[in-house]
Protein backbone atom coordinates (compact mmCIF):
# COMPACT_ATOMS: atom_id res chain seq x y z
CA UNK A 1 0.00 0.00 0.00
CA UNK A 2 1.45 3.55 -0.95
CA UNK A 3 2.29 5.84 1.82
CA UNK A 4 0.59 8.95 1.58
CA UNK A 5 1.71 12.57 2.73
CA UNK A 6 1.37 16.70 2.28
CA UNK A 7 3.52 18.37 0.17
CA UNK A 8 3.73 21.92 1.60
CA UNK A 9 5.83 25.08 -0.54
CA UNK A 10 5.88 27.10 2.14
CA UNK A 11 7.43 30.04 0.13
CA UNK A 12 4.22 30.97 -1.38
CA UNK A 13 2.12 30.21 1.53
CA UNK A 14 0.37 33.77 2.43
CA UNK A 15 -0.66 33.15 6.25
CA UNK A 16 -4.01 33.65 5.34
CA UNK A 17 -4.69 30.58 8.06
CA UNK A 18 -7.51 29.21 5.71
CA UNK A 19 -6.03 25.80 6.24
CA UNK A 20 -6.14 26.21 10.08
CA UNK A 21 -10.00 27.66 9.83
CA UNK A 22 -10.89 24.50 7.34
CA UNK A 23 -9.38 22.16 9.78
CA UNK A 24 -11.08 23.26 13.01
CA UNK A 25 -14.35 23.51 11.24
CA UNK A 26 -14.09 19.76 9.80
CA UNK A 27 -12.62 18.20 12.51
CA UNK A 28 -14.57 20.34 15.38
CA UNK A 29 -11.24 20.77 17.48
CA UNK A 30 -11.52 22.63 20.18
CA UNK A 31 -10.48 26.31 20.66
CA UNK A 32 -6.46 25.84 21.54
CA UNK A 33 -6.33 22.54 19.37
CA UNK A 34 -5.03 22.46 15.50
CA UNK A 35 -4.94 19.71 13.03
CA UNK A 36 -2.56 21.97 11.18
CA UNK A 37 -0.86 25.58 11.97
CA UNK A 38 0.30 28.34 10.42
CA UNK A 39 3.84 29.36 12.04
CA UNK A 40 5.90 32.40 11.19
CA UNK A 41 9.43 33.04 10.25
CA UNK A 42 10.52 36.44 10.54
CA UNK A 43 10.91 39.50 9.81
CA UNK A 44 14.17 39.39 10.11
CA UNK A 45 16.69 41.45 8.22
CA UNK A 46 19.38 38.72 6.07
CA UNK A 47 23.20 39.58 6.15
CA UNK A 48 22.86 39.99 2.38
CA UNK A 49 20.24 42.94 2.24
CA UNK A 50 20.52 45.75 -0.45
CA UNK A 51 21.90 49.06 0.55
CA UNK A 52 18.73 50.48 1.30
CA UNK A 53 18.01 47.51 3.84
CA UNK A 54 15.28 46.20 2.44
CA UNK A 55 16.06 42.28 2.31
CA UNK A 56 14.15 40.15 4.78
CA UNK A 57 13.37 36.84 5.47
CA UNK A 58 9.51 36.61 6.41
CA UNK A 59 7.76 32.86 6.13
CA UNK A 60 4.58 31.51 6.94
CA UNK A 61 5.16 27.78 7.36
CA UNK A 62 1.71 25.29 7.58
CA UNK A 63 2.64 22.59 9.89
CA UNK A 64 0.64 19.80 10.66
CA UNK A 65 -0.07 18.32 13.90
CA UNK A 66 -0.48 15.10 15.47
CA UNK A 67 -4.08 15.51 15.02
CA UNK A 68 -3.43 15.24 11.43
CA UNK A 69 -5.11 11.77 9.99
CA UNK A 70 -4.77 13.52 6.37
CA UNK A 71 -8.52 13.80 6.70
CA UNK A 72 -9.28 10.08 6.17
CA UNK A 73 -12.80 10.51 6.05
CA UNK A 74 -12.46 12.78 3.36
CA UNK A 75 -9.96 10.59 1.47
CA UNK A 76 -12.82 7.55 1.87
CA UNK A 77 -14.81 9.92 -0.37
CA UNK A 78 -11.89 10.20 -2.92
CA UNK A 79 -12.00 14.12 -1.41
CA UNK A 80 -8.35 15.45 -1.18
CA UNK A 81 -7.76 16.56 2.60
CA UNK A 82 -9.66 19.81 3.66
CA UNK A 83 -6.66 22.27 4.22
CA UNK A 84 -5.58 21.28 0.73
CA UNK A 85 -9.04 21.99 -0.75
CA UNK A 86 -9.16 25.42 1.09
CA UNK A 87 -5.72 26.82 0.29
CA UNK A 88 -5.87 29.97 -1.25
CA UNK A 89 -2.54 30.08 -2.09
CA UNK A 90 -2.37 26.62 -3.69
CA UNK A 91 0.71 25.65 -2.58
CA UNK A 92 -0.34 22.27 -0.40
CA UNK A 93 -0.58 19.33 -2.50
CA UNK A 94 -1.70 15.65 -1.17
CA UNK A 95 0.05 12.54 -3.45
CA UNK A 96 2.24 9.58 -2.34
CA UNK A 97 5.30 9.97 -0.97
CA UNK A 98 7.28 8.76 -3.67
CA UNK A 99 5.43 11.67 -6.13
CA UNK A 100 5.65 14.27 -3.84
CA UNK A 101 9.40 13.39 -3.16
CA UNK A 102 10.28 14.04 -6.50
CA UNK A 103 8.79 17.41 -6.73
CA UNK A 104 10.20 18.44 -3.23
CA UNK A 105 13.83 17.35 -4.94
CA UNK A 106 13.33 20.07 -7.80
CA UNK A 107 12.20 22.56 -5.46
CA UNK A 108 13.25 24.00 -2.78
CA UNK A 109 10.98 25.93 0.47
CA UNK A 110 8.91 22.68 0.96
CA UNK A 111 8.17 20.61 3.63
CA UNK A 112 7.09 17.05 2.86
CA UNK A 113 4.98 15.54 5.69
CA UNK A 114 4.04 11.89 6.03
CA UNK A 115 2.22 10.71 9.36
CA UNK A 116 3.24 7.73 10.80
CA UNK A 117 0.72 6.53 12.62
CA UNK A 118 -2.28 7.07 9.04
CA UNK A 119 -3.19 4.59 6.79
CA UNK A 120 -5.10 5.45 3.88
CA UNK A 121 -6.38 3.18 1.23
CA UNK A 122 -7.33 5.08 -2.39
Known amino acids: MPKYALLIDYEYCTGC ?4 VSCKKEHGLAVGKW ?12 DDSDDQ ?4 NYNHIPVPTDLCDLCA ?3 ERRREPVCVHNCLANCMRFGTVEELAAEL ?9 APTDVDVEL
Open 73 to 75: SRL
Open 105 to 113: ARKPKQVLW
Open 53 to 56: GRSF
Open 17 to 20: HSCE
Open 35 to 46: GIRVFEDGPWQK
